[in-house]
């Protein structure tokens, strides 16, 4: 996958790329990154979509980079299949207008990105309105009642190495 999608080690710092599965789970930063949020029972499912994807086994920082693939709709149906396959709720949290904003197809990245993010909407069945927090902060997510309610993390600890230290 151009996008790979990896296992959290932590659900209370799930970072780009991730996907966890807790009853509670907490996403690393978002600067322009959205988390999809997926309930099954009273256990959700959570995962940090980055706008640009790379493959963290490329040691080299700049080839890493190099390689990094933008969201799209063909990525957004990939990702869909992480999730349960009919979902209690589902909620998109983060920098959502950053990814909503449409923009001039000129713009070839940025207009595919924008259409992977309206292809990932469309792919849940139950989806809450989209949670856009602004710029940059540290969400997560929990169950209250049958829905999923996000929150501010507001004690956020990095206990991960940078990008770079993988």
Avoid at 74 to 93: G, H, M, N, S
Avoid at 145 to 152: A, E, N
Wanted: with cysteine; proline share 8%.
């Amino acid at each position: 996958m151009a996008y790979p999608i990896y296992e959290a080690e932590r659900t209370d710092w799930i970072r780009e790329q991730e996907i966890g599965k807790a009853p509670e789970i907490k996403f690393a930063k978002f600067t322009s990154c959205i988390g999809v949020v997926a309930k099954v029972g009273n256990v959700l499912f959570g995962l940090h979509l980055s706008q640009y994807g790379v493959n963290r086994l490329i040691k080299d920082s700049k080839k890493r980079t190099d390689s990094s693939t933008p969201f799209s709709p063909a990525i957004a149906k990939e990702v869909r299949l992480q999730f349960p396959k009919t979902p209690d709720d589902v909620l998109i949290v983060g920098c959502v207008s950053s990814w909503a904003d449409p923009c001039p197809q000129e713009y070839v990245e940025l207009y595919q990105i924008y259409q992977g993010y309206l292809t990932l909407k469309g792919l849940f069945d139950k989806m809450q309105n989209p949670y856009d927090i602004g710029p940059d902060g540290c969400w997560g997510a929990r169950i209250q009642g049958d829905k999923i309610v996000p929150f501010r993390n507001n004690s956020p600890q990095m206990p991960y190495p940078s990008l770079d230290a993988w």
